[in-house]
């Protein structure tokens, strides 16, 4: 089986651009979860989506957006990037995001560097 | 804020030693987890502990929880060169979504 993809591996934008990216999760997988990751503020929860709704959402500005589509692959945008976007972004799938007894799989993240 | 809080941040043994990480959450939890993450990669998933277990092995790993004192402890026996990562514990409560520590960093020097 296929592990969790994610798409582009490193990116390069400027500041206030928009950025999306794409994770496609494991065969079967209904959730898809977003997370940030930077030296300074560690592993963030972004958002979870499950069935193409937002399922669950962390403290993040209203610049930070996803969506998921029927074939659960899912993509996050950031609009007006700002330097502190910078971050390795991860997505995890999971048959179902919201019920502890479901491991979550972690794909190798994107790499985002604003400059 | 993190929920976790990891101890050591940093950890350098040689190959052969166990190391020992420990971890402390504020909130009441249905579940910890750890995972290990290699040079800024994706995380792996090792383990997990459910709140109403006190002890769990897999391999050469051994995970504590003590929830009266809202702490864990991942133990790795017999340490590798490539046991080298980072290592994050994560915990699962009411909101429904985890919630990862600072993560402690292992080096295992052949």
């Known amino acids: 089986k296929a592990g969790v993809t994610q798409t582009p591996r490193y990116l390069i934008k400027t500041r206030g651009q928009q950025v999306t990216l794409s994770c496609s999760p494991i065969?079967?997988?209904?959730?898809v979860s977003w997370y940030q990751q930077t030296p300074g503020q560690g592993l963030q929860f972004l958002f979870e989506?499950?069935?193409?709704?937002?399922?669950n959402k962390g403290n993040f500005p209203g610049r930070f957006s996803g969506r998921q589509f029927s074939n659960s692959r899912s993509e996050m945008n950031v609009s007006t990037l700002e330097l502190g976007d910078s971050a390795l972004y991860l997505c995890?799938?999971?048959?179902?995001?919201?019920?502890?007894?479901?491991?979550?799989?972690f794909g190798p993240g994107t790499r985002l560097t604003v400059t | 804020s993190q929920q976790g809080e990891e101890d050591p941040q940093a950890l350098s043994i040689q190959e052969g030693e166990n190391a020992t990480m420990n971890c402390s959450y504020k909130?009441?939890?249905?579940?910890l987890q750890w995972y290990r993450q290699n040079s800024g990669r994706g995380l792996v998933h090792l383990i997990l502990?459910?709140?109403?277990?006190r002890e769990k092995h897999s391999g050469r790993l051994r995970v504590t929880l003590d929830t009266s004192k809202k702490s864990s402890s991942l133990l790795i026996t017999a340490s590798r060169a490539a046991d080298t990562a980072s290592y994050f514990c994560?915990?699962?409560?009411?909101?429904?979504?985890?919630?990862f520590g600072q993560g402690t960093t292992l080096q295992v020097k052949p």
């Open positions: 995890a799938s999971s048959l179902d995001g919201a019920s502890d007894a479901y491991e979550q799989y």
């Open positions: 065969s079967g997988h209904r959730s």
């Open positions: 989506y499950f069935s193409e709704t937002q399922r």
């Open positions: 909130t009441s939890i249905n579940n």
């Open positions: 502990i459910r709140s109403n277990e």
């Open positions: 994560a915990t699962w409560g009411n909101t429904g979504k985890l919630i």
